[in-house]
């Protein structure tokens, strides 16, 4: 089993930075991707940004040259600095992993960016 703790939600003010983390634990084999997704009120979870090991980072279109996705292997964890927010940014963050190809799920960090 895999554990996923995230941190580093809260509410900021459009223009603001924030910076997510979040740390796997538990029975990590392989770590075959990392990422994290988005899920505004009233919507559809979506993909923000995720890094294949070995590959290089992806983005979705609408957070492009503002998030940056890093990793740290050692620590089995992924981080998203998040900066020039926006309202529409406002959204339940989770983060994703890959491990052996099945995938986990953290528990969800409220990002809230007020105009």
């Known amino acids: 089993q895999v554990q996923l703790v995230e941190s580093g939600g809260g509410l900021v003010q459009a223009g603001g930075s924030l910076r997510l983390s979040c740390a796997a634990s538990?029975?990590?084999?392989?770590?075959?991707?990392m990422g994290w997704y988005r899920q505004p009120p009233g919507k559809q979870r979506e993909l923000v940004a995720s890094?294949?090991?070995?590959?290089?980072?992806k983005y979705a279109d609408s957070v492009k040259g503002r998030f940056t996705i890093s990793r740290d292997n050692a620590k089995n964890s992924v981080y998203l600095q998040m900066n020039s927010l926006r309202p529409e940014d406002t959204a339940v963050y989770y983060c994703?992993?890959?491990?052996?190809?099945?995938?986990?799920w953290g528990q969800g960090t409220q990002v809230t960016v007020s105009s």
């Open positions: 994703n992993v890959l491990v052996t190809w099945r995938p986990y």
């Open positions: 890094i294949i090991t070995g590959g290089s980072p």
């Open positions: 538990g029975s990590i084999s392989s770590v075959n991707a």
